[in-house]
């Protein structure tokens, strides 16, 4: 069944995160989509979904590829101010589909680095965050996010790396209603975001997988020999390490990829 677009208006409570709304049965990307979007108009906040994208597209220049009409592909525009910090905005986003999920199901999801969303080991969602500058000034940030909610076969190649809430719960989601949740959620943590909480570092850094472990880092796709605590993200959203002399080392955002045992 198509995304329900006069149920999801109707339930929609937040006062400015998707109030501007546009959807697609079928679009190219809801991210490249956002980017062409009228440069003059100010958008923070809009909200694109698609049913179908035909060029969905993931981090590190890979492909998403889902099952039309069964999971939630959209992208949200925000216009901030601040430019910085960047990596926590997208964080934040991911610990509110996670704490959607963890109503939903039950069940403990966690953060993967830079921005993915597991249960059980396997990747539930993914967010691909990217920006539109004006020149040196940031103009808008495009925060596309793909989550697997009623998909039930994953094919070949993701049978035993992806899962959906389906798979998970066994129930079939309302996914304006899943969105709905989400939404109000970023509502609230982007306000953190903005203000620059402490606590909201906090939960990410104890959603994210391998916090507080000793783990492998893959930088520039290679693995170092030594194992490093994870101690998170800071302030400025980089990447926390303690390394085997106890010397804190910071690494910007995607440069690194963590390997924990979960
Ligand atoms: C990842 O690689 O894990 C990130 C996937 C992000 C996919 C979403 S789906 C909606 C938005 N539009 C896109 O083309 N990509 C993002």
Redesign the pocket.
Known sequence: MLFDTDTFEKMLATSWLGRSFFYFEELD????HAKKMNRDQRLHGALIVADD?L??????D?S?KTEPACNL???LIFEPHDEGRIPILSLACALAATEVFEEAAGKKFQLKWPN?IYCDEKKVG???TETLFNGNELHRIIL???LNINQQNFGDELQGLATSLIKITGEKLSRESVLRSILMRIEYLYRLWVNQNVALIQSINKKLIGYGKWVDLEVNKEVLPEKYKFLGINENGALLVLNKDLEVDTFSYEQVRIHSDH
């Open positions: 990307s809801t991210s490249s994208q060029k969905g597209r993931g981090q590190y890979r998403w592909t959209f992208s993915d993914g967010i691909l596309g996010m793909g």
